[in-house]
């Protein structure tokens, strides 16, 4: 399970977070995106990599990323996650939004 996504108009492709040694090898930006679990009401963590698809790549390129994803021990394996509850807000400063409250939907890889 790759958990694949691609936001329209760009040259990138979000997938389900690889190895260490994979994301380093090929250099991928990585983030962790919080999704809503209907099971516990709390979210799950979901960890994600990127790549962008710059003019310079080569199809070679992309087959042996992809070659190294499809091999990856991480993404050989089904995903472990787990539930986490929303912590307490501090106290935030007047006019401050909490970022938990900010609508990620619809930007960026999102």
């Known amino acids: 399970?790759?958990?694949?996504?691609?936001?329209?108009g760009t040259l990138a492709v979000r997938f389900r977070r690889p190895s260490d040694e994979t994301v380093a090898k090929w250099s991928l930006s990585t983030?962790?995106?919080?999704?809503?679990d209907?099971?516990?009401?709390?979210?799950?963590?979901?960890?994600?990599?990127?790549?962008f698809a710059l003019p310079g790549a080569s199809k070679k390129?992309?087959?042996e990323l992809v070659a190294d994803l499809r091999k990856d021990?991480?993404?050989?394996?089904p995903p472990a996650l787990k539930p986490?509850?929303?912590?307490?807000?501090?106290?935030?400063?007047?006019g401050a939004v909490p970022i938990g409250l900010v609508h990620i939907t619809g930007r960026g890889m999102q």
């Open 1 to 8: 399970m790759l958990w694949t996504a691609r936001t329209k």
């Open 31 to 36: 983030l962790t995106v919080k999704y809503p």
């Open 38 to 51: 209907q099971k516990s009401g709390g979210q799950i963590d979901r960890p994600y990599a990127h790549a």
């Open 61 to 63: 390129q992309i087959d």
């Open 73 to 77: 021990p991480v993404l050989t394996k």
């Open 84 to 94: 986490t509850t929303p912590r307490p807000i501090a106290q935030l400063a007047e």
